[in-house]
């Protein structure tokens, strides 16, 4: 993406990468995708849903591979941004600010920030400089539904 693009063409950016925003997924239990307090929006912990049901589950670095996780962290990533765009419009978004990924690990397993990459990598592509983030990747015993990566996001919304 050329540093020059201007929020407000988001939808654009991701058309122009052929990516197409999933609808929001229902949640798990008593919680809503995303609040918005202020300038910011909240999303919650999106898991990897394609069709109303998980791609995979497991744990990564035992029966799930890290690079498939790293999708499923993609997968995750444009959940979210779905949960944005159905709250406040995406072409709202005037830059990520922090992305948190819980990824199920195998024991031994220290590779969370590779796979988290999968959603921040994502989140460059269609951004750009507004796509940079803080960031935390976190190792966990379990996830919901056995989910092997789980993403949440905060962002800025214009002024």
């Not at 990897?48 to 744990?59: E, Q, Y």
């Not at 966990?140 to 539904?145: D, F, R």
Request: a negative charge; proline letters at 6%; aromatic letters at 4%.
């Amino acid at each position: 993406m050329t540093q020059g693009m201007q929020a407000g063409s988001w939808h654009a950016r991701l058309a122009e990468l052929g990516i197409r925003l999933p609808p929001v997924a229902a949640p798990v239990a008593s919680y809503v995708p995303a609040v918005r307090t202020g300038d910011l929006v909240f999303t919650s912990g999106q898991l990897p849903f394609v069709d109303g049901g998980l791609r995979r589950t497991g744990k990564v670095g035992g029966s799930v591979d890290p690079e498939d996780a790293a999708a499923d962290a993609k997968l995750c990533a444009l959940n979210a941004l779905a949960a944005v765009d159905n709250l406040v419009g995406l072409d709202q978004v005037a830059r990520i600010v922090r992305v948190v990924g819980y990824v199920a690990s195998a024991e031994g397993f220290s590779g969370q920030p590779r796979v988290v990459n999968g959603a921040s990598e994502l989140l460059g592509k269609v951004f750009g400089e507004a796509g940079r983030h803080a960031r935390s990747a976190i190792g966990v015993a379990e996830l919901p539904l056995g989910a092997p990566v789980e993403i949440e996001l905060t962002v800025e919304l214009r002024g």
